[in-house]
């Protein structure tokens, strides 16, 4: 059988797990946009690097996001079928020093985001009657952490989310589901003090920290015809550190 091609959108995709995620979905024969929301020279660089093409907008401003979409389709020649919601930051504080920017920075990227673009995704999905929605939660959304109580709560809110919109979607052959990453070697876990660093991975069953493409292998087996039957689910890639 025939499968049609299928066009993912990425956010987040031009570094770390973003890009190893568009490399596993390109390798599985997908075409892959890549969304970024800052570094434009990084972007270029990765486009020249991978032949992934990549564009700009605040995953955090639902107009933009339903404009980015149709920049997307226009440019590949035809409808999202796929999308991750990798894109993501951090604003680290105690809550007694955390600003209410803090707090609302971190909830409207990280949770927003996903709303933003399923919006702009799902209904067309829904016609079709086929669609993948991978969001990217953490396993500080699973178990808290010291100091996130901003992005803990942005990553659990994905996590109940994911769970809503695969009951609305599972009629119409559109799954939802979540990634939650433990501790990745990225620029981000790269940034924490050595120190720091070392007391993490002695928590981790496995002795290391996880890699961008352990990630993205979990996430094109969800994105993939395979996972017709995976739904409102939640893979836990961790090295063991948090059972959930």
């Not at 970024?36 to 991978?50: L, P, Q, V, W």
């Not at 969001?135 to 809503?164: D, E, L, W």
Request: aromatic share 6%.
């Amino acid at each position: 059988m025939q499968v049609a091609r299928r066009i993912a959108i990425v956010t987040g995709g031009t570094r770390g797990i973003g890009e190893a995620i568009c490399l596993a979905l390109k390798d599985q024969g997908v075409t892959v946009a890549a969304n970024y929301g800052g570094d434009d020279e990084k972007a270029r660089i990765f486009s020249e690097r991978t032949g992934i093409p990549a564009f700009k907008w605040d995953v955090g401003d639902f107009d933009a996001c339903a404009a980015g979409v149709k920049q997307v389709e226009e440019a590949l020649g035809g409808s999202v079928d796929i999308v991750v919601n990798n894109a993501g930051i951090t604003r680290d504080a105690t809550l007694q020093k955390m600003s209410r920017a803090m707090w609302e920075d971190v909830i409207r990227i990280n949770l927003g985001g996903c709303f933003n673009m399923a919006h702009a995704t799902y209904p067309g999905m829904r016609e079709r009657k086929w669609g993948r929605i991978v969001n990217i939660g953490s396993i500080n959304g699973q178990a808290g952490q010291y100091g996130q109580v901003n992005y803990a709560a942005a990553k659990s809110g994905i996590h109940g989310f994911t769970k809503a919109l695969a009951q609305e979607g599972a009629r119409f052959g559109v799954t939802v589901n979540a990634v939650a990453p433990g501790y990745i070697d990225t620029d981000m876990v790269a940034a924490v003090p050595a120190e720091v660093l070392e007391k993490i991975v002695a928590k981790i069953p496995v002795g290391r920290l996880g890699q961008a493409s352990e990630i993205a292998r979990g996430v094109a087996f969800l994105c993939s015809e395979e996972a017709g039957f995976v739904t409102g689910s939640t893979m836990s890639i961790n090295g063991g550190q948090h059972m959930y």
